[in-house]
């Protein structure tokens, strides 16, 4: 059964930054697409980034040059780095391996 545990969450101020990791357990973590999913208070989940097995990325939209999804196959760890944080980036960060293996999720707060 596969565990993906978040951290690096908190609350940040505007324009700042912070590092989401996850940790991945089992022994297929390397074939899997690996995501960074958001769910905001009254919002549907999310995609915010996702990487592929062989490193291909993709962002939304909203946050294409201001956060950059990489992954260390090696220790099994997806990361978020997150940059130039806006009030409206607030939200429970998940992540996901695959299909259908999700994170417990990960609250980050940007505020004043």
């Known amino acids: 059964q596969v565990q ?6 908190g609350l940040v101020q505007p324009g700042g930054s912070l590092r ?4 991945a357990s089992g022994s297929t973590f390397s074939i899997y697409t690996m995501g960074w999913y958001r769910q ?3 919002k549907q989940r999310e995609l915010v980034a996702a990487i592929s097995s062989g490193g291909r990325t993709n ?4 946050v294409k040059g ?3 999804i990489s992954r260390d196959n090696a220790k099994k760890m997806v990361y978020l780095q997150m940059n ?3 009030p409206e980036d607030t ?4 992540c996901k391996q695959g299909p ?3 994170g417990q999720g990960i609250q980050v707060t940007v505020s004043s």
């Open 40 to 42: 905001a208070p009254g």
């Open 59 to 62: 962002y939304a939209d909203s």
């Open 91 to 94: 939200a429970v960060y998940y």
């Open 4 to 9: 993906l545990v978040e951290s690096g969450g």
């Open 66 to 68: 201001r956060f950059t």
């Open 84 to 86: 130039s944080l806006k």
């Open 20 to 23: 989401l990791s996850c940790a």
């Open 100 to 102: 259908r293996d999700w």
